[in-house]
């Protein structure tokens, strides 16, 4: 059993090590974050907590670019012009909490003034780019972009940020997530879905009314928090309790212009009041007219209902015409081709030789398709500027500046655990050179070896040849997680209500058990790290009972797994044999009623019609056959099920 101090003394011997791939380097910063939260283990309680600093001076954290690079996770979007990773370019992307996630290390956070450049680059380079990498799409931008933004809320909140330049960053956040509504409504839901957008954009608005609570309270107020109370107000048009849950705001905000507008605009659309509503909407910024497209082709279909039923008469089915300019007008329609295309869309009938609109009173005006489509003269033309520019909504200016590295060039860890800071401040490529000449000469390092005996010098080395043993112990429990996780998976009693599902259950089955068989040659690597490491000693106690009960874990995962499997084929068998025997009952029971209708003729004729009848019958038979056949064979082979074998014999007697 390995001590707290043991376990340190190996964590620090891993570092000590020459990291010659991406993935060894990402193998060593782990080890060093081990060092680091055991020594914070020891050194904090909740009397003396304080809130995370972040210190990583990245767009990404230096782990995460290894870590993706080697496992070829890396976007197209942080590639250069050659298709290949480019460090410089890549933004941390959000990964969702787990129970059991430690508390991130101040390495691992990005401070504000990095916060703020990373949006910058989402915005000015990422959002106003004029081309797609290869092989990408507006979804994949979507995503890449929601993933980053999140990301950068979720440092935020981790590092309990809130101040003006938090708030500013959650509002820029606020406003992708709006253009993102009106930008990519008309994509389809595999790119872009508008629910989870909404969700996201809501979610932005509720942190910054908690952040403008909690800044008030210190007397510290935000400039733009009248802007983003009228978009809650906008985006909530059709929620009877908006105007109640303004009573909560200041009163400077709730006498603000922007406000008393976003009022107007509720008003508008609650009385149903088209004139009004759309003069508004032409008044609008971009980002509120942004949110109000999303209202656009509801809100007309309400109101082509309203005409319907106040200028036709009732129980009729009459059809009413209407000039198509005053509809153009009433719908505020600058185009004949947005107004043909929105009929399309409603199924509404229009005659362009007469520009007439016909309505009928029994006729309802629905939309059964997507009814969000973009407005260029109500919103597009609003965009004075670019988009990731109008999000940014300063003068931001663009920065790629070099990435930071913990190695110097002979690829060794330089760190120094004692000011838990790295001994080159986190070496870029520019001072990379001057630090590394103020680093101790070698022949410094050899010196006071030199006057040490072989005995002396074989008995230090003697806890970090143990030290190495840390890599292999972390790789074990590693495995050992996954394979815990993979047991629930295959210990699953859920076999399926139907054979579609059943089958769809086998499918996913069949993946993971050729996920399982690959993992064997992690295990396997696994033991040749134990006989690497032990390869001039014996092996410890502990080591040689893990790698027994990671070998017995796995062959019990294989045992599940098959259990499963033939269950869920013996599940298939039963649902398909169940609609095999279905099939056959049914042709039994119309050719019972079919013989039962059929009588001995009169005459010669009816004979010969009776015995072609009985003719096709058999042939009929014939091609029953088989069915029978694959009833009867899976039957015998899952005999063990009773009602499978009561089937069997219905249909044979049958």
Known sequence: MTTDGDDERQWRAKLSETANTLMDRKLILDALDKCLRAKQERHT???????????????????????????????????????????????????????????????????ISVLQRSMTYLCLEIVDADYLPSGANLGEWFDFIWSRTRSIRKDITQQHLISLDSVNLIEKCARFHIYCAYYLCEEELKNFDPKINDENLRNCLQTLKEFYFELGTRSIYCPNEA????????????????????????????HSPDVRFAVKIYQAFQSKNPIKFFQLARKANFFMSCILNIYFTPFRIDILNVVRRAYTVPKSSSVVAFPLDRIMHLLAFDELNEMTKFCDLVDLEYDEVNELVNIQRSVAITASTNTIKRSIHLVQVKLSTSPGRAILSDNSQLQILPIHSSFDANNRLVYDLSTNKPENQLFS????????????????????????????????????????????????????????????????NDVGVDEATTQSLIMKHNNSCGELKNYYNIIEGLKQQADTLWSNFRRPPEVVERISRIGNMYNQ??????????????????????????????????????????????????????KDRFDAFEEELSSIEPKIKFVNDFANKLQNFQRVVSRKNDVNEK
């Open 227 to 254: 802007e983003f109370r009228s978009y809650d107000v906008v985006l909530n048009l059709q929620n009877g309790e908006t105007l109640s849950e303004m009573k909560h705001y200041r009163k400077e905000i709730r």
């Open 429 to 492: 490529s520019e001072t990379f050179n001057q630090a590394f000449q103020q680093t101790t000469p070698f022949n410094g390092r050899l010196e006071p070896l030199a006057k040490k005996s072989p005995v002396q010098i074989f008995s230090e080395q003697q806890p970090a040849l143990s030290d190495d043993s840390e890599q292999f112990f972390a790789d074990a429990d590693d495995v050992e997680a996954w394979m815990l996780d993979f047991r629930r998976l295959v210990s699953s």
């Open 45 to 111: 309680d909740l009397a003396s907590a304080v809130a995370l600093v972040g210190t990583c001076p990245d767009m990404c954290p230096e782990q995460e670019r290894y870590f993706r690079i080697e496992t070829n996770c890396v976007s197209p979007f942080e590639n250069d012009e050659h298709g290949r990773p480019d460090q410089t370019r890549m933004v941390k992307e959000y990964r969702r909490s787990g129970a059991d996630q430690k508390e991130p290390l101040p390495h691992e956070l990005r401070p």
């Open 557 to 610: 995962l294989i045992d599940a797994a098959n259990s499963r499997k033939q269950a869920l084929q013996n599940t298939f068998v039963q649902y398909r044999l169940g609609r095999v025997a279905d099939s056959v009952d049914q042709w039994v029971e119309e050719k019972e009623r079919l013989l039962s209708s059929m009588t001995v003729g009169r005459d010669l004729e009816e004979i010969a019609a009776m």
